[in-house]
């Protein structure tokens, strides 16, 4: 009498989520429904407040200020 036991669960395989989009579901819980990130332009968006509030901690990141503004304004224009 032989009997075969299987610990533990099956695996459930999950699709593959990139850093950005939990970012913008994480971000999108907290703010009301107006503010939320629904485009690439918008995420860059923030990315240019964020990267603001870290020039008052490292002054040359200012460039990084330009490159997120460049590509949200380029974003609008649909060029990507």
């Known amino acids: 009498m032989n009997k ?5 669960t099956h695996s459930v ?3 593959c989520v990139s850093a950005a989009e939990k970012i913008r579901e994480l ?20 990315a240019t407040m ?10 040359p990141a200012i460039t990084l200020v330009g490159y997120c503004l460049h590509r949200a304004k380029k974003g609008e224009k649909g060029g990507e």
């Open 27 to 46: 971000l999108n819980r907290v703010l009301p429904k107006e503010c939320q990130v629904r485009t690439a332009s918008d995420a860059w968006y923030v």
């Open 4 to 8: 075969n036991i299987t610990l533990g």
């Open 50 to 59: 964020a990267a603001t509030c870290f020039t008052l901690i490292c002054p």
């Open 13 to 15: 395989s999950t699709p």
